[in-house]
């Protein structure tokens, strides 16, 4: 059974860049949601998908949007890249009832802007 | 911002003996959980307090959740090398994510 598969793990980008990071959800799971964990500090929501819809949203701007497919994986898009934006980028899912429940994390993307 | 606020930032222990890490959060919450992230890749869940308790035990955890102090804290008994690790407390509440805090940097010396 596949746990949450991320990918790339590791991508270097330029600043104004445009990124796009991927994520399968645990089999049977069908809400993803997105953090950004920068160095040293804990993961930060970014927003949460479930039917396809963003049904949350953290504090961060449009520059960060999101995608959610009919086979319940996800991507994230990152426009205009600033040196910010340079974290790990983790994904979680689980299902929809037990969002508050229990997170299962994938290995995350560590972007780098330069 | 983060939710909730873990007490130490890092703490360093010999195998076998008890590690403590405290966590402090400011809003009303459904829950509180505690996560375990090895070398800055995915995290792991490790153990879930409902609002409603005072305790819980899994295995080598103890979690204890006082609402009115709004703070928990996560004993980890006799540990190992294995225990080395970043842990994290984080809190639902009537929304859609869950918030996690800063993180206790665990190093369990052989």
């Known amino acids: 059974d596949a746990g949450v598969t991320q990918s790339p793990t590791h991508l270097i980008k330029t600043r104004g860049q445009q990124v796009t990071l991927r994520c399968s959800p645990k089999?049977?799971?069908?809400?993803v949601s997105w953090y950004q964990q920068a160095l040293g500090q804990g993961p930060q929501f970014i927003f949460q998908y479930y039917e396809e819809e963003e049904r949350q949203r953290g504090n961060f701007p449009d520059r960060f949007s999101g995608h959610q497919f009919p086979n319940y994986s996800s991507e994230l898009n990152v426009n205009a890249l600033l040196l910010g934006d340079s974290a790990l980028y983790l994904c979680?899912?689980?299902?929809?009832?037990?969002?508050?429940?229990?997170?299962?994390f994938g290995s995350g993307t560590q972007l780098s802007v330069l | 911002s983060q939710q909730g606020e873990e007490d130490p930032q890092a703490l360093s222990i010999q195998e076998g003996e008890n590690a403590t890490m405290n966590c402090s959060y400011k809003t009303s919450i459904n829950n509180l959980q505690w996560y375990r992230q090895n070398s800055g890749r995915g995290l792991v869940h490790l153990i879930l307090?409902?609002?409603?308790?005072r305790e819980k035990h899994s295995g080598r955890l103890r979690v204890t959740l006082d609402t009115s102090k709004k703070s928990s804290s996560l004993l980890i008994t006799a540990s190992r090398a294995a225990d080395t690790a970043s842990y994290f407390c984080?809190?639902?509440?009537?929304?859609?994510?869950?918030?996690f805090g800063a993180g206790t940097t665990v190093t369990v010396r052989a």
């Open positions: 089999s049977g799971h069908d809400t």
């Open positions: 979680a899912s689980s299902l929809f009832e037990d969002f508050n429940e229990k997170l299962f």
């Open positions: 307090i409902r609002s409603n308790e």
């Open positions: 984080a809190t639902a509440s009537n929304d859609y994510k869950l918030s």
